[in-house]
């Protein structure tokens, strides 16, 4: 079930009177920790796969559980942004460097495809893609990456289409967000704030501003995870392990990276 991966150590042991930014915190260290976990089950899997010890259904069978642990993830956000939705979008649990790539709260749908794109060393017109090469470069140095070079037209043609669709997707999220950021300032707020001595209703306004940017959260996470769903459909099970092994070592390595910037910054 969903709510299995909630459950995992550090959430058990979270108090009944932890506020609500420690269940966030606890929910995505939980979430990180548990990447470690299912990387070492990707590379484990990969590696047997290479010698013919695991066949599509076992492959099948991992991704599908890759995809519940995701939801679990998000149905755990969903849950908490509803009591307070401002940390998602700018958390504090986070590095500096995460939270500067960060859109609605988390990767970019899009991103995902363009990883593809950087695995298979298709040549797009875009720094994120050069980003994600030179990640791939120092990451995947002297292991073989597998089918990717071998996706076929129908998949490519797939991807393509895939691609239009949430980039188109991504942009009407991203105007909402825009006009839920301008609206904050707006009426009823402005007015709110010239009578700063009043408490009746005062909270109204910002109470309907966090439902407006919890459901937007919702949104974006169920596109990361439409996209994500689809991804795995057009590739093959061995793809779809090698994809998601990737896609996990950059996440930790994002990380890692911004840990060490900041150590760095806090010594100079």
Request: proline content about 3%.
């Given at each position: 079930?969903?709510?299995?991966?909630?459950?995992?150590?550090?959430?058990?042991?979270?108090?009944?009177?932890?506020?609500?930014?420690?269940?966030?915190e606890?929910?995505?260290?939980?979430?990180?920790?548990?990447?470690?976990?299912?990387?070492?089950?990707?590379?484990?899997?990969?590696a047997?796969?290479?010698?013919?010890?695991?066949?599509n259904?076992?492959?099948?069978?991992l991704?599908?559980?890759?995809v519940?642990?995701?939801?679990?993830?998000?149905?755990?956000?969903?849950?908490?942004?509803?009591?307070?939705v401002?940390?998602?979008?700018a958390?504090?649990w986070?590095?500096?460097?995460?939270?500067s790539?960060l859109?609605?709260?988390?990767c970019?749908?899009?991103?995902f495809?363009?990883?593809?794109?950087a695995?298979?060393?298709?040549?797009?017109?875009?720094?994120?893609?050069?980003?994600?090469?030179?990640?791939?470069?120092s990451?995947l140095?002297g292991i073989?990456i597998?089918?990717f070079?071998?996706?076929?037209?129908?998949q490519?043609v797939?991807?393509?289409?895939?691609?239009?669709?949430?980039?188109?997707?991504?942009?009407?999220?991203?105007?909402?967000?825009?006009?839920?950021?301008?609206?904050?300032?707006?009426?009823?707020?402005?007015?709110?704030?010239?009578?700063?001595?009043?408490?009746?209703?005062?909270?109204?306004?910002l109470?309907?501003?966090?439902?407006?940017?919890?459901?937007l959260?919702?949104?974006a996470?169920?596109?990361?995870?439409?996209?994500?769903?689809?991804?795995l459909?057009?590739?093959?099970?061995i793809?779809?392990v090698e994809?998601?092994?990737?896609?996990?070592?950059?996440?930790?390595?994002?990380?890692?990276?911004g840990?060490?910037r900041?150590?760095?910054?806090?010594?100079?």
């Amino acid at each position: 079930m969903a709510h299995e991966f909630l459950i995992k150590p550090n959430m058990a042991n979270t108090s009944c009177n932890s506020t609500d930014r420690n269940k966030q915190e606890n929910l995505y260290e939980s979430w990180m920790n548990n990447q470690q976990e299912e990387l070492k089950e990707l590379q484990n899997a990969i590696a047997l796969a290479r010698k013919n010890e695991r066949n599509n259904v076992e492959l099948n069978e991992l991704l599908e559980k890759m995809v519940h642990n995701f939801r679990g993830y998000v149905n755990g956000r969903s849950r908490l942004a509803r009591v307070d939705v401002s940390p998602f979008y700018a958390p504090t649990w986070c590095t500096p460097l995460e939270n500067s790539v960060l859109w609605i709260g988390g990767c970019r749908p899009s991103s995902f495809i363009r990883l593809i794109y950087a695995l298979c060393g298709i040549d797009i017109e875009s720094r994120l893609a050069e980003y994600l090469q030179l990640i791939l470069l120092s990451l995947l140095r002297g292991i073989k990456i597998g089918d990717f070079g071998q996706l076929c037209g129908k998949q490519i043609v797939m991807i393509d289409k895939l691609q239009r669709q949430i980039i188109a997707e991504e942009r009407k999220l991203s105007s909402r967000l825009a006009s839920l950021q301008e609206d904050v300032v707006d009426q009823p707020i402005a007015k709110v704030a010239k009578n700063c001595d009043t408490e009746e209703g005062e909270n109204e306004p910002l109470d309907k501003h966090g439902h407006n940017m919890a459901n937007l959260l919702e949104e974006a996470d169920e596109l990361r995870m439409k996209t994500l769903k689809e991804i795995l459909r057009i590739l093959t099970p061995i793809q779809g392990v090698e994809y998601l092994a990737a896609a996990k070592r950059i996440r930790l390595c994002l990380q890692q990276w911004g840990k060490k910037r900041e150590q760095e910054h806090s010594n100079n």
